[in-house]
């Protein structure tokens, strides 16, 4: 089963959060459902960014490495750098099924390997 890195976005509070996951669909339902200390002070979190991982020691290292930039403007730049357009759901608010999840998560992947191909090969 895959592991994941996520950053949320929350509009009213103007804030992102990065965590890791094994189970993408579940953890978002408790960030916008008040199961979560970092987030519980608003319910509009919404999906903005994912990497997916094989091993849980993968994605916590990514997750920390994104962390200790300690740097709004670089987690915005991943989410932009990614440029693909997202389900609806992820949009607009509306719920999102794990069907949406694992194809957006399956074209970002595709897209950030030919993007590091790319680079590597320039």
Do not use: C
Not at 109 to 119: D, K, P, Q, T
């Amino acid at each position: 089963m895959p592991f994941y890195v996520y950053i949320l976005y929350a509009a009213s509070a103007g804030k992102y959060y990065v965590g890791q996951t094994e189970n993408l669909e579940e953890r978002l339902f408790r960030h916008t459902n008040s199961g979560s200390k970092s987030t519980k002070f608003t319910n509009d979190w919404k999906l903005v960014y994912t990497e997916t991982f094989s091993t849980r020691v993968e994605a916590v290292k990514r997750e920390t490495e994104i962390k200790n930039k300690k740097s709004r403007k670089y987690i915005e730049w991943l989410i932009s750098s990614v440029g693909l357009e997202r389900p609806e759901g992820f949009r607009e608010g509306h719920p999102v099924s794990k069907r949406d999840i694992l194809h957006y998560n399956h074209t970002l992947n595709a897209f950030l390997r030919l993007h590091f191909v790319f680079s590597i090969s320039r």
